[in-house]
């Protein structure tokens, strides 16, 4: 059941990395792909390709745990340098594309009312904090096992 489980993942990830091969513009498309990482297509294209070998590489050696170590470990790369990103973020001047995001945070906006980008910034910063002690906590409990 968990190799089918992340088969799917495999192909699903694969089928967007291709998908972005033909998407000719950075566009912001974390509202949909955050589960895989990617902010924009070029992210996808990449973690496209990482998350299929990951999959592939774990059915392969028929090893689930494989996978699981590795879906965490780039969780913990990628949260920490969104963390680094989102810090640094708040002090850049001037502001250029495409670091001028504000627009995508409108969820977040919804969510807890007309905040500065400053704010902003520094809620994502802190959700990718948690996502990194979240993915640490999961890899070592998964070592221990």
């Known amino acids: 059941m968990f190799a089918l489980l992340i088969s799917t993942?495999?192909?699903?990830?694969l089928s967007?990395?291709?998908i972005?091969?033909?998407n000719k513009k950075c566009d912001f498309i974390w509202w949909w792909t955050f589960f895989a990482g990617a902010f924009v297509w070029e992210d996808m294209?990449?973690?496209?390709i990482l998350h299929s070998s990951l999959v592939l590489f774990s059915l392969l050696t028929q090893n689930n745990t494989y996978w699981l170590v590795g879906f965490l470990v780039f969780w913990i790369v990628r949260s920490a340098g969104e963390t680094l990103y989102f810090f640094l973020e708040q002090f850049i001047v001037p502001k250029h594309h495409p670091h001028s995001i504000s627009t995508h945070?409108?969820?977040?906006?919804?969510l807890f009312?007309?905040?500065?980008?400053?704010k902003s910034f520094i809620i994502m910063q802190v959700l990718m904090q948690?996502?990194?002690?979240?993915?640490?906590?999961?890899?070592?409990?998964?070592?221990?096992s």
């Open 9 to 13: 993942w495999g192909i699903l990830n």
């Open 16 to 18: 967007l990395a291709i």
């Open 20 to 22: 972005s091969i033909y």
């Open 45 to 48: 294209f990449v973690f496209g």
């Open 105 to 110: 945070f409108v969820p977040l906006r919804k």
């Open 113 to 118: 009312g007309n905040i500065s980008d400053q």
């Open 130 to 144: 948690s996502i990194l002690v979240t993915s640490i906590f999961s890899l070592i409990l998964v070592l221990k």
